[in-house]
């Protein structure tokens, strides 16, 4: 039993929640009474409800994202239903999703409060306050509208306690080690949440550096950065670089995920990459679009040389697994525009390339101003475009299925000794791909669950 749980419905198992682990390292005194429940998408709903009802809390914390908008939903209706006609426990909810919602929104129907924004320290007042307060006070059933918001303003991350002493020992052996070494974003991309918030804000970096030591120490040897703009700050970034390169020599072997700004890849920041040994270092690149015009639209800056020589070096200089993205939907943007930028992107050589549909993310000015290019959303999280002036239903729908075909075949490898026969142009594969991928679809009538040795015979005829 806890008077506190905080709990979150991950992507996967191996995704542990840094943000829960935040909220519980910064509640002060009221920390010993907070319990960290974590589950996973395709977990059944009976394994997610049973601990939360078996801890009986008196405060239920949730973080919802757009990948977990629905599970969360599911959950909340069936605790209501396991907490009929007895006294339930006061329900919060944060996190990116719900930071923007309508007041209209179904989940909404379920929460006593919402928390906008970062909340370790609000979320601290709020639970002291109710925690007094609940002793006398019997809070009536959630509204159909909470009326109950507090918006956090952005914190200074030198005020908080860390926490990744809350990683326990499966956590750093068997899962992601997420961490942060900044917050915020100097960039207005308006499809992006990170454009709301231009203000970088920075971990101080020698007390970072020493808890990395600490996890290392303790087992940890996958750690993933959170910060959106990691090579933001040259000399930061290379100081952590050295940090990680110095430990290489460690059993197991140390990796690192990096995501990082395209065109920021000066040469002592290129140096220190060189030396990273294989298999030891991850980095994701948001190319987007390589259309100029498209990308003035949504205010991303855009220089398609500086960025196509960085990827070049990357794959000629450094053992890095590069992980490249664009997005499909953006205003103004068509078929014939997408698949040149996939072109270019392709002969760059990164070593994944992901094509995402753009998604309207309540909040983002994007999804304010769609209207002018034609843009109509799926209504559900996570509100993928359906279709623009530009890119029709039908051709955005085989954009989509390309990208599945193109994970399963190329991304995940396990095909590459077809490579000449699938890309007999090597210069251009976008259209040929295209193909490919509508004949699969219409041969297995799906994008997934498909066995791989019948997609190889396919794949050979």
Request: glycine share 6%; net charge neutral.
């Amino acid at each position: 039993m806890a008077d506190i749980v905080l709990a979150v419905i991950n992507a996967k198992w191996i995704h542990p929640s840094l943000a829960l682990r935040l909220l519980k390292a910064n509640l002060g005194p009221l920390e010993d009474r907070c319990q960290i429940l974590e589950f996973a998408l395709r977990q059944p709903l009976s394994e997610k409800t049973a601990p939360i009802l078996a801890a009986r809390p008196r405060i239920l914390g949730l973080s919802v994202s757009i990948w977990n908008h629905q599970a969360t939903l599911e959950l909340l209706e069936a605790l209501e239903t396991a907490w009929a006609g007895v006294f339930k426990p006061i329900i919060v909810l944060g996190g990116p999703e719900i930071s923007h919602l309508p007041p209209e929104a179904g989940i909404l129907r379920y929460a006593h409060w919402v928390v906008q924004g970062e909340g370790e320290a609000v979320f601290r007042e709020l639970c002291a306050r109710l925690l007094k307060d609940s002793a006398t006070e019997r809070l009536p059933s959630a509204s159909s509208v909470c009326g109950k918001i507090i918006s956090a303003k952005p914190v200074d991350p030198a005020s908080l306690a860390s926490a990744y002493r809350l990683y326990t020992g499966e956590d750093l052996c068997r899962k992601l080690v997420y961490v942060e070494v900044s917050r915020g974003c100097p960039f207005g991309c308006e499809f992006c949440l990170s454009s709301l918030d231009k203000a970088v804000r920075e971990f101080p970096l020698d007390p970072f550096l020493g808890e990395m030591d600490l996890l290392i120490r303790r087992g940890a040897r996958t750690f993933k950065f959170l910060d959106r703009t990691f090579n933001l700050d040259i000399e930061r970034a290379r100081r952590i670089l050295e940090f990680f390169l110095a430990r290489q020599g460690e059993e197991p072997a140390l990796r690192v995920h990096f995501e990082m700004v395209p065109s920021r890849f000066p040469p002592e920041l290129r140096e220190p990459l060189t030396r990273f040994p294989p298999g030891s270092l991850r980095l994701e690149v948001g190319i987007q679009t390589f259309n100029r015009e498209t990308a003035a639209l949504v205010g991303r800056p855009c220089d398609p040389e500086a960025e196509l020589e960085a990827l070049s070096f990357l794959g000629k200089y450094t053992n890095a697994i590069v992980h490249a993205d664009l997005i499909a939907g953006l205003p103004e943007e068509d078929m014939a525009s997408f698949g040149d930028g996939f072109d270019r992107l392709w002969l760059a050589g990164p070593g994944e390339i992901q094509v995402g549909i753009l998604k309207r993310l309540p909040g983002t000015p994007l999804a304010r101003r769609g209207e002018a290019w034609g843009m109509r959303y799926s209504p559900d999280p996570p509100y993928e475009v359906l279709e623009t002036a530009a890119l029709p239903a039908l051709e955005r729908d085989r954009l989509k299925n390309f990208a599945r075909f193109w994970e399963l075949i190329v991304n995940r490898g396990a095909f590459r000794d077809l490579g000449p026969w699938l890309f007999p142009q090597r210069r251009r594969v976008f259209r040929s791909f295209l193909e490919l991928s509508d004949r699969l679809l219409e041969r297995f009538g799906r994008n997934w669950g498909i066995d791989r040795r019948e997609l190889r015979a396919e794949l050979e005829r």
